[in-house]
C-alpha cells in the first residue's frame, strides 16, 4: 500500500496582515490587520466540496471524508460548517450531522473526514451529500500563495498500523517558524503554528473510501531543538578540575571558527500526528493532507 502526501502551509500569526486587494496605507504586515468581511459583503462564491466517499462498517457507523476547494482569491473562509446527510432510494433521510472547518485556504485542497450512523440498519444509502453553510461564514484577507502555503509543513515516517478492529496512521510533522527571539515571554504563542492533519483512504480507483483527523497538532518554539556552535576557545568535552572549559592552544586567535564549528539556532518544530479510523477498511492508497488551523 502506497502512502501520497498533500502538503499545505500553515500561516504563522504575523503573516496574515493585508488584504490580497490593496489595503490605503498599508505597507507591511505588521502595519494593519487582515480585512474581515461577511459572505453578502464579500459576494463570496460557494465553496466547493470536489470528493466525497464513505464506507458503512459492520456495526453501521459510516466513516466518510471529502475535499473542500476555496475558489475566492485571497480570502480564507473561516469556521465553515458542512452539512452530512445520507438517503435512501426513496428519500428518506438515513443520516444527519455535520463537520466543521476552522480555516479554508484559497487554491489549496483542505480534507475532512468523521462518523456518522445510521438510523436506519436495513436501509442501503442510495445518495450522500456533503455541502457547505456559506450564509453564516466569515472571511478573513490573506496575501500568502498557495506556493508559500505548501513549501511550510514536512510530513514524514507515515505508517499505518491495523489492531483490534482499527487502523492508526501515524507519522511526523515539521514547519520552520522563522527567527524566534527566545527572550520574548510569549514567542511560543506568537509562532506557533496549527495543522489541521486528515488522512484518506482510497481505492484502486482513487475513489475516497473514508478517513480520519488528528487532533490538536500544534507546532511552536518548545518543540525546536537548538543548536549552537562550540565555545570559542575551549576544548569541547574537556574540562578542568573545577569545571571549567579548558582554553584551547588557538584562544587568542580573533579568526571566526569554521563553518562545521558553528550553527545557528535550528527554528524547525516537529511533532507526531495520530489518527485513528474505526473497523479494518480494504485500501489501496492513503492521501495525507496538512492544513492551517485545528
Same mark, same amino acid.
Given at each position: 500500500?502506497?502512502?501520497?502526501?498533500?502538503?499545505?502551509?500553515?500561516?504563522?500569526?504575523?503573516?496574515?496582515?493585508?488584504? !490580497?486587494?490593496? $489595503?490605503?496605507?498599508? =505597507?507591511?504586515? @505588521?502595519?494593519?490587520?487582515?480585512?474581515?468581511? %461577511?459572505? /453578502?459583503?464579500? *459576494?463570496?462564491?460557494?465553496?466547493?466540496?470536489?470528493?466525497?466517499?464513505?464506507?458503512?462498517?459492520?456495526?453501521?457507523?459510516?466513516?466518510?471524508?471529502?475535499?473542500?476547494?476555496?475558489?475566492?482569491?485571497?480570502?480564507?473562509?473561516?469556521?465553515?460548517?458542512?452539512?452530512?446527510?445520507?438517503?435512501?432510494?426513496?428519500?428518506?433521510?438515513?443520516?444527519?450531522?455535520?463537520?466543521?472547518?476552522?480555516?479554508?485556504?484559497?487554491?489549496?485542497?483542505?480534507?475532512?473526514?468523521?462518523?456518522?450512523?445510521?438510523?436506519?440498519?436495513?436501509?442501503?444509502?442510495?445518495?450522500?451529500?456533503?455541502?457547505?453553510? !456559506?450564509?453564516? $461564514?466569515?472571511?478573513? =484577507?490573506?496575501? @500568502?500563495?498557495?506556493?508559500?502555503?505548501?513549501? %511550510?509543513? /514536512?510530513?514524514? *515516517?507515515?505508517?499505518?498500523?491495523?489492531?483490534?478492529?482499527?487502523?492508526?496512521?501515524?507519522?511526523?510533522?515539521?514547519?520552520?517558524?522563522?527567527?524566534?527571539?527566545?527572550?520574548?515571554?510569549?514567542?511560543?504563542?506568537?509562532?506557533?503554528?496549527?495543522?489541521?492533519?486528515?488522512?484518506?483512504?482510497?481505492?484502486?480507483?482513487?475513489?475516497?473510501?473514508?478517513?480520519?483527523?488528528?487532533?490538536?497538532?500544534?507546532?511552536?518554539?518548545?518543540?525546536?531543538?537548538?543548536?549552537?556552535?562550540?565555545?570559542?576557545?575551549?576544548?569541547?568535552?574537556?574540562?578542568?578540575?573545577?569545571?571549567?572549559?579548558?582554553?584551547?592552544?588557538?584562544?587568542?586567535?580573533?579568526?571566526?571558527?569554521?563553518?562545521?564549528?558553528?550553527?545557528?539556532?535550528?527554528?524547525?518544530?516537529?511533532?507526531?500526528?495520530?489518527?485513528?479510523?474505526?473497523?479494518?477498511?480494504?485500501?489501496?492508497?492513503?492521501?495525507?493532507?496538512?492544513?492551517?488551523?485545528?
Amino acid at each position: 500500500m502506497k502512502l501520497s502526501k498533500k502538503l499545505v502551509a500553515v500561516i504563522s500569526a504575523g503573516a496574515l496582515a493585508c488584504a !490580497m486587494f490593496a $489595503v490605503t496605507g498599508c =505597507s507591511s504586515a @505588521e502595519d494593519a490587520a487582515p480585512v474581515e468581511k %461577511t459572505t /453578502q459583503e464579500l *459576494n463570496a462564491q460557494d465553496l466547493e466540496v470536489t470528493e466525497v466517499g464513505y464506507t458503512v462498517l459492520p456495526d453501521q457507523t459510516v466513516s466518510y471524508a471529502f475535499t473542500v476547494e476555496n475558489p475566492n482569491e485571497g480570502w480564507v473562509a473561516n469556521s465553515v460548517t458542512f452539512t452530512i446527510e445520507g438517503y435512501s432510494e426513496d428519500g428518506v433521510m438515513l443520516i444527519g450531522g455535520g463537520e466543521t472547518l476552522q480555516e479554508v485556504y484559497p487554491g489549496i485542497t483542505t480534507a475532512a473526514a468523521g462518523t456518522s450512523y445510521l438510523s436506519d440498519t436495513t436501509t442501503p444509502i442510495a445518495r450522500f451529500e456533503v455541502k457547505p453553510l !456559506m450564509e453564516y $461564514v466569515n472571511w478573513t =484577507s490573506t496575501k @500568502e500563495t498557495p506556493e508559500e502555503l505548501n513549501s %511550510t509543513f /514536512q510530513l514524514s *515516517n507515515d505508517k499505518v498500523t491495523e489492531e483490534n478492529g482499527t487502523m492508526t496512521i501515524t507519522g511526523d510533522i515539521s514547519a520552520d517558524l522563522g527567527p524566534v527571539d527566545s527572550s520574548d515571554a510569549t514567542a511560543s504563542l506568537n509562532n506557533r503554528k496549527d495543522a489541521h492533519v486528515v488522512a484518506i483512504l482510497r481505492d484502486a480507483d482513487g475513489n475516497i473510501l473514508c478517513g480520519g483527523t488528528a487532533m490538536s497538532v500544534m507546532l511552536d518554539p518548545s518543540m525546536t531543538p537548538i543548536i549552537t556552535g562550540a565555545t570559542e576557545g575551549a576544548v569541547p568535552g574537556t574540562l578542568d578540575e573545577e569545571g571549567n572549559p579548558v582554553e584551547s592552544p588557538d584562544a587568542g586567535n580573533t579568526e571566526p571558527p569554521a563553518e562545521e564549528e558553528s550553527q545557528e539556532e535550528n527554528n524547525v518544530a516537529s511533532t507526531t500526528y495520530t489518527i485513528t479510523i474505526p473497523g479494518i477498511v480494504p485500501y489501496a492508497s492513503v492521501s495525507i493532507y496538512a492544513t492551517p488551523g485545528i
